[in-house]
């Protein structure tokens, strides 16, 4: 069993910028594929970055290109979401996710909010 739980969620203004963390108390991620994902108010979590066991794959949903980026620290076996220029739209709230497989998400954290005024 893997327990994830992110920290780093707040209030913004348009233009700011968050860093969102995640961790595994008593778990190595090394080894499992890590993402984070999003859900808006009344709208389905939907897919933000995606980052492979190995560091050598990372995906974005469009949306975030350019100004999200996600990264791990193994030794501290946190993963982050470095979030720049946010907009009101990234409003929701953010979850990290492992995958053994990179297609299966079975391992959530309890999901961090962050809201963005304008």
């Known amino acids: 069993q893997v327990q994830l739980v992110e920290s780093g969620g707040g209030l913004v203004q348009a233009g700011g910028s968050l860093r969102l963390s995640c961790a595994a108390p008593?778990?190595?991620?090394?080894?499992?594929?890590k993402g984070w994902f999003r859900q808006a108010p009344g709208k389905e979590r939907e897919f933000v970055a995606t980052l492979n066991w190995s560091g050598s794959s990372i995906h974005y949903v469009d949306s975030v290109k350019g100004r999200f980026t996600i990264s791990r620290d193994s030794a501290k076996n946190t993963v982050y979401l470095q979030m720049n220029n946010l907009k009101p739209e990234d409003t929701g709230v953010y979850y990290c996710a492992a995958s053994t497989d990179g297609s299966n998400w079975g391992y959530w954290g309890q999901g961090t909010q962050v809201t963005v005024s304008s």
């Open positions: 008593g778990r190595t991620l090394v080894a499992y594929d």
